[in-house]
């Protein structure tokens, strides 16, 4: 089976311009049989299919559940969880990784860095967590070690950790907008029909495989240096982001304090 495993929408993701459906049709065009939605730290995409689900348009196409979520110390963290947990905390940006680690496996998910040697602050390797404490790489499941947007030696450096660490590599295109749907992929043997069939997969230490082809039509390549201050204002926005949340992470905290 045949995944895009790092998907934007128009429902999930304040800069996805592609509705769901058309998502799926593109990808079907050209021969995916699923996508891991992983919007922003949302799951409102997700929402939107299990309303839709029996419409033609997601006939004989797995939709799963995922999200990218910014830490506040280690760039974008892409989520999966079993499919019938509900964590309210994982729309909430702002969470440090390591405690983001600790959720997540208590609950029966697994979770790996998004681009990991991409830009500063968005990308793991390139965070101050990271340079303080590297063996955090030995707690993830999964590792993005081809995405589409990022330059060839950001995914060589990511394969090559990877690698090192006994990581499996995810590929996913990273698209939020039409024409850079399905550059990036990641195949599974079939049987992957639920969050949970992943998990279990990933769990297993079977192997997956991915690859791609490179998108040119990235904002960083057509702003050129400007770039660097889009990548700071960023860095600002999810700072004030996360500190808005704050009262909110807490309160489901002192919930989640009850099971953990």
Not at 37 to 42: F, G, L
Not at 55 to 69: Q, R
Not at 107 to 129: D, V
């Amino acid at each position: 089976m045949r995944f895009d495993m790092h998907c934007h929408t128009r429902e999930g993701s304040l800069d996805g311009k592609i509705n769901l459906d058309e998502y799926v049709s593109l990808l079907k065009q050209k021969g995916y049989h699923g996508m891991l939605i992983s919007d922003h730290n949302s799951y409102d995409a997700y929402r939107y299919y299990k309303k839709h689900r029996e419409e033609p348009a997601f006939k004989d196409f797995v939709v799963l559940k995922g999200i990218e979520y910014d830490t506040i110390d280690a760039g974008h963290i892409l989520v999966i969880m079993p499919e019938y947990i509900k964590l309210p905390i994982l729309e909430l940006r702002g969470l440090p990784v390591t405690l983001l680690i600790e959720i997540v496996h208590f609950f029966g998910g697994i979770l790996g860095p998004a681009h990991p040697c991409g830009e500063k602050y968005l990308s793991l390797c390139n965070t101050r967590r990271f340079r303080k404490t590297p063996d955090i790489i030995k707690n993830f499941d999964f590792m993005e070690t081809f995405n589409a947007c990022e330059p060839p030696e950001a995914n060589v450096a990511a394969a090559s950790l990877a690698r090192q660490n006994n990581l499996p590599g995810f590929g996913g295109s990273d698209a939020h907008k039409p024409d850079c749907v399905g550059f990036a992929y990641t195949d599974i043997p079939d049987g992957i029909m639920t969050e949970t069939d992943l998990v279990n997969y990933i769990r297993s230490g079977k192997p997956v495989s991915c690859g791609g082809n490179y998108y040119h039509g990235t904002t960083r390549e057509r702003i050129g240096s400007f770039n660097k201050v889009l990548v700071y204002s960023f860095w600002f926005f999810n700072k004030a982001a996360g500190l808005l949340r704050y009262y909110k992470r807490r309160l489901e905290m002192r919930s989640l304090r009850k099971v953990l």
